[in-house]
């Protein structure tokens, strides 16, 4: 027997054939209302102040490695750039790490070291 999870969508959708065959249409304006509400909000997709940071972040690690010109450790990032410096290692390889996937910038491993470059 399997369960399956109704949504707040589906309830409504069924409110609203349930009320049109009983004609009360300020039920349907209801629940037509309530789906305009799920699907605002579903489709909102803005940025938390967080991720907004990291991207002025990344902006400046593109900016430093476009300057270095050469592939380098996040170390030699770190002291190339003082905003970088105030930043730990663990945050610039993560950030590092959403550049390489979106193919902005190159990773190269030599001896188990990563070097990160344009």
């Known amino acids: 027997m399997e369960k399956t999870k109704i949504t ?3 309830y409504f959708n069924a409110i609203i054939e349930i009320a049109t065959e009983n004609g009360r249409q300020d039920i349907v ?32 690690i593109v900016a430093t490695l476009t300057e270095l010109a050469r592939f380098v450790t996040i170390t030699e990032l770190q002291t190339a750039n003082e905003e970088l410096a105030q930043l730990s290692n663990q945050k610039i390889s993560a950030l590092l790490k959403q550049l390489v996937d979106t193919g902005i910038i190159n990773k190269q491993v030599d001896k188990k070291k990563a070097y990160f470059g344009m």
């Open 29 to 60: 304006d209801f629940a037509t209302h309530e789906i305009e509400l799920l699907n605002k909000k579903a489709s909102y997709k803005g940025q938390t102040k967080v991720q907004e940071a990291n991207e002025q972040i990344k902006n400046v």
């Open 8 to 10: 707040k969508k589906e």
